[in-house]
């Protein structure tokens, strides 16, 4: 069935002298009309499918070596690595910023800290900047620290909000630093942890990572954690000028996880960004878009 539409009209006075001042109808002119009476077209394939040319040799061999040890690792005997020692050991009486690779396990020291204080009847905070992040943590520590022990503060979520742990994004922290300030009220955390603290440079929000860290109270003891965050001595200076608290600086060692960028053409072939001598992959170079050619005209 078809919608109903209505029509409005403008009201313009016009300006022939000859009318005596009375109005005209007119309708806007706004291309409606014309997109009815129109025909739709309907777009192309997103994409044309082609039959994967044959690989060469040397191609072969680049992707063998690109997929070679891709897997699943054997089980070991779980041992922490020397920096998650150290910052374990720096954060019973100093804060600590931690940058380390993806998959170096940072998470890891703010488990065991946190396993240390629910044991001491203590209270912490695990904040997030994403929505997303912080549920996955909430699930995460649920089924490790149990759900009894563990709530959730985001602007969609409130639950079990007097837990001894509190996974929330930075903006809830933030305001509950506000709210203690404004009522004169003491902020029930003994440890804070501010997870992807790079987010502290960023142009929108960054704001509200340094009111997180000027506001929270001096006894409260912050693990800032990051894979990206640079310049961390300069950071950790500031935290210290602002605080009035010593920083501890802990960096870990080559990642972990191994990366490997590869580039998959449109005919299903699987090529190395980069070459045998570390390089970018020359046989990338077919797939760059044509340049425009651009002429120019000559001043007579």
Known sequence: MRPQTT???????SRNKGSGGKYRSRRPNDGRNKERKGKRSFA??????????????????????????????????FKPDDFQVEALAAIEHEDVLVTAPTGSGKTWIAREEIRRLLAAGKRAWYTTPLKALTNSKYAEFSDEFGAENVGILTGDRKENSSAPLIVGTTEIYR?????????????????????????????????????????????????????TVGRAEEFAAWIEEVRGTTVRVIKAGPRPVELRAAYLSADLQLFP?????????RDLEQFAPARPRTHFRRRR
């Open 175 to 227: 305001n509950l630093l506000f709210d203690a300030m404004r009522n004169g009220e003491d902020v029930e955390a003994d440890f804070v942890i501010l997870d992807e603290a790079h987010y502290l440079a960023d142009q929108e929000r960054g704001h509200v990572w340094e009111e997180a860290i000027i506001l929270s109270p001096k006894r409260i003891r912050l693990l800032l954690l990051s894979a």
């Open 273 to 281: 960004l980069l070459g045998d001598d570390g390089k970018f992959n």
């Open 7 to 13: 029509n409005i009209s403008v009201m313009t006075r």
């Open 44 to 77: 192309g394939e997103s994409s044309v499918r082609t039959e994967p040319r044959p690989q060469t040799p040397q191609q072969l061999r680049a992707v063998e070596r690109l997929l070679s040890g891709i897997g699943v690792p054997p089980q070991q005997p």
